[in-house]
């Protein structure tokens, strides 16, 4: 409800006076009374509502005839229904009388025109624009909250357009305009009253570099939409023509939530006079949105692509690996998407590249790819490629120290979602590798971790990951889906359990099996050898050490139990102060529903099989998961790298809708 507006009456003359349809307008009856006299009475035309504040405590309502005393507790509040079909046709009559009866003293006349004037988006969040005399200028987070949203438009609709739809001051295809919300500006009066009265469209200079706004006027050309608000632009005076009773708009976000910027914007219209100077704003309504989050996805989601890189290498193609990830793919029902050695550079780390989220409002979603810093060989992939309609795109440039390792998006995860002491996190919590808590070392970029922060919907969790070599938190944890009621596990890579499980080995009489056997150009090393190394025994000490401080920290951050938390056997060895896989990391996996995508260990063989497989099927498939091992050890594992970093999904979309958290 807008704050109301005072008009003082004459004994001398009629007043005149503009009434907005569903706001209050106080009417001074006091400061200018006949000589004498001690009450008063209202009348009203047909189309205006009367009401008289009071304090019961000072004043008695009236019996009989309505006179009311000149009292300074005593307040006359009057409102019009509806639009005026003509200039002043509405009235209020105020007569004045003394302490005897008789007839009035005096009267006031107040001549009302009646105008609707209202700013409306989708406030109730259900697609669609209704009209609203509620709390417009405020958002409110939750079930029960209200405020509408505003997409960021990062995608590109038009072929002809060579940058973000964003960019563009012009609408460059009709189809833009489902990445913007719609607005409504009501304007319903007589026509003579808009001679000597403007409506005024009006952004925050805070604001009017994030939000764009387009007016539309009747026709299917994309003349017919022209920008009115923007960077540029601050103010826009509405051309209403005659008989035109709303208006529309369309408004894009230009910016997402940031380290600077907390995602609100809001828009006013004000009704002005402008027959005094400076021109008086009678009336204003304003309306508030909240720029979408950029919101990621975990492996619990169902994948609908597969991205991965074909390179060579001097010891040939990895078409093998292509064969059987597409094999994967197709048994999970995914589509496969095969980036060209000559769009990749030979750059197969597609997963460090970008991290694949969405967007969304209540009338719109689309995907929006996040574009790492990294820059090195699939710098221009995902703008090339990827960016197009109704697929976004954004990134964070490093402007000075340019991108560490921890700026590779295989250092960033999110889990599926959690409860942590009755918090609820229903689109899981983002994770980020970092260095261990005060003290040096590398660390993701502060550009990379405000804009993460500032989407307010995943609340980040800083792990340590600077131990490792590569340096990410795919290196030792995945999440994968269950089909019981906690819905997913988390996988940690385990040296004490890859350690317990080749001693019962040994004590079966399988010293002798050996780790690589069968693989060409990695020398073997049976059971025995391992387990009498103590310098892997040392190494794995420190790393079971690193990744159990992680543990806590998860378990802490997402509400974890031991029982939410499966161990997989892995061994690490150090190269100098960081760790690296001793073989394929299992646990650096992709995750296509109940399809699992593991590198191929290359464990020892006991009676035919690969006994780390083995014991990975069994931790696993009573999940209902189906383990499929591919062999990645030239192209990936040598590398420093597995399945998980060669290849990026895109998953679906969360049904739950963000704005019904409460962050």
């Known amino acids: 409800m807008a704050l109301r507006r005072a008009v003082r009456l004459s004994l001398k003359k009629p007043t005149h006076a503009v009434c907005v349809v569903g706001v209050e307008t106080y009417v001074d009856v006091h400061s200018d009374v006949p000589k ?94 209704k009209s609203s005399q509620g709390d417009k200028k405020t958002w409110c987070w939750g079930p029960e909250g209200y405020g509408a949203v505003l997409l960021v438009n990062c995608d590109r609709d038009s072929p002809r357009s060579r940058g973000l739809d964003l960019a563009n001051r012009q609408l460059m295809s009709l189809d833009d305009l489902q990445d913007m919300s719609p607005m409504v500006l009501s304007c319903d009066g007589p026509d003579k009253l808009f001679d000597s009265h403007k409506l005024v469209l009006n952004v925050p200079f805070s604001d009017a570099k994030r939000v764009r706004v387009f007016c539309a006027r009747g026709g299917n050309s994309l003349s017919d939409y022209k920008q009115v608000l923007g960077p540029q632009r601050r103010s826009y005076e509405v051309k209403r023509q005659v008989g035109e009773r709303q208006i529309s708009f369309y408004v894009e976000g230009l910016t997402f939530p940031d380290a600077n910027f907390l995602g609100l914007v809001s828009l006013s219209v004000s009704l002005v006079d402008t027959r005094t100077l400076p021109e008086v704003p009678l009336f204003t309504d304003s309306v508030a949105f909240r720029v979408a989050p950029w919101i990621m996805t975990p492996n619990t989601q169902p994948p609908l692509e597969l991205y991965v890189c074909r390179v060579i290498d001097s010891h040939g193609s990895n078409d093998k690996f292509l064969g059987d990830v597409s094999d994967l793919a197709l048994k999970a029902n995914c589509k496969l998407i095969i980036c060209p050695w000559t769009e990749n550079r030979n750059d197969r780390w597609i997963q460090d590249e970008m991290e694949f989220g969405y967007i969304e409002a209540p009338h719109k979603s689309f995907p929006v790819v996040f574009d790492s810093p990294r820059d090195r060989g699939l710098k221009d992939f995902p703008y090339e490629r990827i960016l197009g309609p109704d697929f976004g795109y954004v990134t964070r440039e490093i402007l000075l120290s340019g991108a560490s390792g921890l700026d590779s998006f295989g250092n960033l995860d999110v889990s599926p979602p959690v409860t942590v002491g009755g918090k609820e996190y229903p689109l899981g919590r983002i994770l980020i590798g970092s260095n261990f808590p005060k003290s040096g070392g590398r660390r993701m970029a502060r550009v990379v971790r405000d804009f993460l922060s500032a989407q307010q919907v995943q609340a980040p969790v800083e792990l340590y990951s600077d131990w490792l070599s590569v340096g990410h938190v795919d290196e030792f944890l995945s999440f994968v889906p269950a089909s019981d009621q906690k819905g997913f596990r988390l996988l940690l890579a385990s040296p004490s359990a890859c350690l317990q499980l080749f001693q019962e080995k040994k004590e079966q009489g399988y010293g002798d099996a050996a780790q690589f056997d069968g693989l060409k150009h990695q020398a073997k090393r049976s059971i025995n050898e391992m387990l009498a190394d103590r310098r892997l025994q040392k190494d794995s000490l420190h790393v079971q050490s690193c990744i159990d401080w992680n543990r806590e920290v998860l378990k802490r951050e997402l509400g974890l139990t031991e029982r939410d938390i499966i161990d997989i056997p892995q061994l690490f060895s150090l190269k100098g102060s960081y760790a690296e896989a001793s073989f394929p990391d299992m646990v650096n996996m992709v995750v296509l529903g109940k399809h699992l995508g593991i590198p191929k260990p290359f464990g020892p063989i006991i009676d035919g099989r690969c006994c780390l497989e083995e014991k990975v099927r069994s931790l696993l498939e009573p999940l209902g998961l189906h383990c499929t091992f591919i062999d990645d050890y030239l192209s990936y594992h040598k590398l420093l790298g597995e399945v998980h970093c060669g290849t990026n999904v895109r998953r679906q979309p969360f049904s739950f809708k963000w704005w019904n958290m409460v962050p």
């Open 36 to 129: 004498g006299a001690e009450t008063f009475g209202v009348s009203e035309s047909s189309g205006v509502r009367v009401f008289v504040a009071y304090d019961p405590e000072q004043v008695t309502v009236p019996t009989g005839q309505a006179r009311w005393p000149l009292d300074a507790s005593v307040d006359v509040i009057v409102s019009v229904d509806a639009a005026s079909k003509d200039v002043n046709d509405l009235k209020v009559k105020v007569s004045y009388f003394g302490e005897h009866e008789g007839d009035a003293l005096g009267h006031s006349v107040l001549h009302l025109t009646g105008v609707d004037i209202s700013l409306d988006v989708d406030t109730g969040r259900t697609g669609k624009v």
